[in-house]
């Protein structure tokens, strides 16, 4: 979702933004600009359509001076993305760059509109400049001007205003969205996260909900939602300086999915004690085996993780689970028990959806446990408890890395909860360790098979539509690969569980819709074999995606198969999760498409 970074500096700000957004490029964006405020105190801009590098070669041609600045990389919500829609927005008197929807904006700026205010834009930004404008003119200074115009604005932003005739002055404020300010010598910045300052600070403060901040070289002024002057702890940031790059593969994403043997055994060895295969976690400040039901809630990816680990929790602790989309969850009001945990998974502990649920779950007295890859995110700030993936920075759009290293602490946190609740032996607890200690070497294997998945995408690419078919946690696996081949190669592609056949998507089997099939060994592997013969008999040409028994059943009856290794079936998820991510990304090579930024998407949603 949209980036925004501002700096008041020593030195032109214009290159070292341009360097901020650059790290804000992960995010998504379809648009860029930065404004500073030049020698003689007038505002201006530069913006671009498009990526960054458009940007750049602008800013090559016409220099932006000027110490103190604002810049933003837009994901169009409200008009295309033209470079008219671009931030920053400004008047004569001031500018803003700002992520997030404005809900009240047509009213406002009907409002304006009637006072002779001209709008340029088709955006709900352009309305802040505007009223902050208005406000001026009747003789409010900036700070004054800018408390005001927060008061009338209603929905979930952050955002950044700088000054004409202010040098030494710029205002941040948030409100659902995340913003960090960050401390500098002589210097003061502000972003929507720590990465994009990294290379500048290590120094940060997170605004809190309804935080506002005046930011001059010297310091930095916080009011709270009331505008009462307030203090926020300075945190040292984690995050490293050092801007990621491919180390030679082509797409972030191929690094990533080459990634995971490693930080899937990360991930492991944070949880599970080599000499004794316990799973431990830290002491929880409730009860394990008290808790009555787990409230499960997620968005995208996240929450095809939670719908595996639905079957785990239930199958290895025997606890009942509840499991829905945070956008959905929402607006349910659903009633949830008395000492029931909230279970939250999120990538970048952004996404405004499973926040506002968090919020919601806390409001009705649950236990909030939260699993996330940013630790200084908004959500781990705001649960009980985390759970940290150790994935490390992932900039492609589509997630592969953090999605299995979920599954992986998903996994650890069954077992515990198994044994916790006395539903496992101690043995048993130590042969699921011992599969999930198996994981990264197995993931190392499947990744050789690339070449075959490389090879098997020219038939993908060919098609119009595609199936994928699972059982059991295999299920929300086609799930997820559908959601991988749509985000990154635009192929239309649907997940079904294998028993659904027959009640309404078989009509859609013939020979040009290839049809994955994910058939671990497992307790629903003759019935799946079963569904597979029935697309068979249609003529549906199917990828097998098995173990050796899988291929050995079905590999003559089948157009391909790709044979991965046999493994005990609680860890078959987080392994199968590797090939569909392969031949999703194949297919969007073969297709010519954006694969670390598909077009229409962000990283991270922090809207709604």
Same mark, same amino acid.
């Given at each position: 979702?949209?980036?925004?970074? #501002? ?12 360097? /901020? ?64 829609? @671009? ?99 002589? *210097? ?52 490293? /300086? ?18 995971? !043997? ?6 492991? =060895? ?14 929880? !400040? ?35 689970? *509840? ?49 996330? =890859?940013? !630790? ?95 059982? #059991? ?7 997820? /690969? ?48 079963? =569904?597979?013969?029935?697309?068979? @008999? ?71």
């Amino acid at each position: 979702m949209c980036g925004i970074i #501002g700096i008041i500096g020593k030195s032109d700000a214009a290159p070292r933004l341009v360097e /901020g957004l650059r790290r804000l490029e992960y995010r998504g964006y379809d648009s860029a600009g930065v404004a500073t405020l030049l020698a003689d105190g007038t505002i201006e801009r530069r913006r671009a359509e498009g990526k960054l590098a458009n940007l750049d070669k602008k800013l090559q041609g016409e220099p932006l001076a000027g110490l103190i600045g604002i810049g933003h990389t837009r994901w169009a919500t409200h008009g295309g993305p033209t470079e008219t829609n @671009a931030h920053p927005h400004a008047t004569n008197k001031c500018a803003v760059v700002h992520n997030g929807i404005i809900e009240n904006y047509r009213e406002l700026k009907a409002e304006l509109q009637a006072k002779g205010h001209v709008f340029a834009t088709e955006t709900d930004t352009e309305v802040i400049v505007h009223l902050v404008t208005d406000y001026l003119d009747q003789g409010l200074d900036p700070v004054a001007a800018s408390a005001a115009s927060l008061k009338r604005l209603e929905g979930a932003f952050s955002l950044a205003l700088i000054f004409a005739g202010a040098p030494d002055l710029m205002i941040g404020a948030r409100r659902g969205t995340p913003q960090a300010v960050g401390y500098g010598d002589g *210097e003061m910045y502000l972003a929507s996260d720590a990465f994009a300052l990294a290379p500048l600070t290590n120094r940060l403060t997170y605004l809190e909900e309804g935080d506002w901040v005046e930011l001059r070289r010297s310091g930095v002024v916080i009011h709270d939602a009331s505008d009462a002057v307030v203090t926020r702890e300075i945190r040292l940031s984690s995050v490293s /300086g050092a801007l990621i790059g491919k180390e030679g593969y082509r797409h972030f994403m191929l690094k990533e999915i080459y990634e995971q !043997p490693l930080v899937i055994g990360d991930t492991l =060895n944070a949880f599970i004690q080599p000499s004794s295969g316990h799973v431990s976690l830290p002491e929880f !400040p409730f009860d394990l085996a008290a808790v009555p039901r787990i409230t499960i809630v997620a968005c995208g990816t996240a929450y095809y993780a939670g719908c595996v680990a639905k079957y785990w929790f239930e199958q290895i602790a025997r606890i009942p689970v *509840e499991i829905d989309i945070a956008s959905e969850f929402r607006y349910r009001e659903a009633p949830l028990p008395k000492g029931g945990v909230a279970l939250f998974i999120s990538q970048s502990g952004e996404t405004l959806d499973t926040l506002e649920a968090l919020r919601y779950c806390k409001r009705q007295g649950q236990h909030i446990l939260s699993i996330v =890859n940013a !630790p200084e995110s908004t959500i781990a700030r705001e649960s009980d408890y985390v759970l940290y993936t150790l994935a490390g920075p992932e900039i492609g759009v589509a997630s592969t890395k953090a999605f299995t290293t979920q599954l992986t602490t998903l996994a650890c946190l069954a077992v515990a909860l198994g044994r916790a609740r006395g539903e496992i032996t101690q043995e048993r607890e130590a042969q699921l360790a011992e599969a999930l200690r198996e994981v990264p070497a197995r993931a190392a294997d499947i990744l050789g098979h690339d070449e075959t998945l490389r090879q098997l995408a020219h038939e993908v690419a060919e098609a119009r539509d595609v199936l994928y078919l699972g059982r #059991g946690t295999s299920y929300p696996l086609a799930l997820e /690969g559908a959601l991988k081949l749509k985000e990154i190669s635009y192929i239309h592609a649907e997940g079904y569980a294998a028993g659904e056949l027959k009640h309404g998507p078989i009509a859609l089997i013939d020979e040009s819709v290839p049809v994955i099939v994910l058939v671990p060994t497992d307790s629903l592997f003759d019935k799946v074999v079963s =569904n597979v013969q029935e697309v068979c @008999a249609r003529s549906g040409k199917v990828l097998l995606i098995a173990d050796a028994k899988g291929v050995a059943k079905l590999g003559d009856r089948v157009r391909w198969s790709v044979e991965l290794p046999t493994v005990d079936p609680f860890v078959a998820p987080i392994l199968y999760a590797i090939p569909v991510q392969l031949l999703a990304y194949h297919t969007a090579v073969l297709k010519g498409t954006d694969v670390d930024q598909p077009r229409n998407l962000a990283k991270s949603v922090t809207v709604e």
